[in-house]
């Protein structure tokens, strides 16, 4: 049995280390899936996390849910203890270097009631066919999520090879619905 320490280490080594041309294929197999998706096609508001570094790329899925007229809010974070808020977007362009580096939205302004998210799409570092999941070790998605509708889908977005036997669940920590991957 692998501590979460370690898988998350072990995972994100295999993920950094994905072929670049790999990754385009990948991302693009994500993409079409996900556009897809009758969850995605329904969804009116939909929360998705803006890809950073070695993640699955959703820059595109942004801009395509942009395009389609559908109301997209990503994370944005107060802080460690605050957590995060989802802020709505109106263009990619509305994005800024964050302070972890990650694309967010300057201000709070747009922030929306968690409510009113039909779909949400979820990053992480490992995750396993029970809806196990397991993030970057900070609480941020844990804590965001339980305000959310029990009832919106939570959807991971990943490489299959980020899929693992099990993952180690605490009390606190929230299942996703489904995993949506490059197979």
């Known amino acids: 049995m692998v501590d979460k320490k370690e898988l998350r280490k072990m995972i994100l080594e295999k993920r950094d280390n994905i072929d670049l041309s790999e990754r385009i294929k990948y991302d693009e197999n994500i993409f079409n899936s996900i556009i897809n ?3 995605y096609n329904e969804a009116k508001c939909i929360f998705i996390f803006v890809s950073y570094k070695t993640e699955v790329n ?4 942004i801009k395509d849910a942009l395009s389609k007229g559908k109301r997209v ?3 944005k974070v107060l802080s460690k ?4 808020y989802a802020i709505e977007i109106k263009k990619f362009d509305d994005l800024k270097s964050g302070k972890y580096g990650i694309l967010e939205p300057e201000s709070f302004e747009n922030q929306i009631k968690e409510e009113e998210i039909d779909l ?3 990053p992480g570092v490992a995750f396993d066919n029970n809806g196990g999941r397991m993030g970057y070790g900070a609480g941020f998605y844990d804590r965001f999520l339980v305000k959310i509708k ?3 889908p939570k959807i991971a977005i990943a490489y299959a090879m980020q899929i693992v036997d099990y993952i180690p669940m605490n009390e606190w920590d929230v299942k996703v619905d489904g995993i949506i991957t490059n197979r």
């Not at 959703?58 to 899925?61: A, D």
């Not at 203890?81 to 995060?84: A, I």
């Open 58 to 61: 959703t820059h595109e899925i």
């Open 81 to 84: 203890s605050e957590g995060m």
């Open 120 to 122: 949400a799409l979820i």
């Open 37 to 39: 998706n009758p969850l």
């Open 150 to 152: 029990r009832d919106t």
């Open 73 to 75: 809010c990503v994370p």
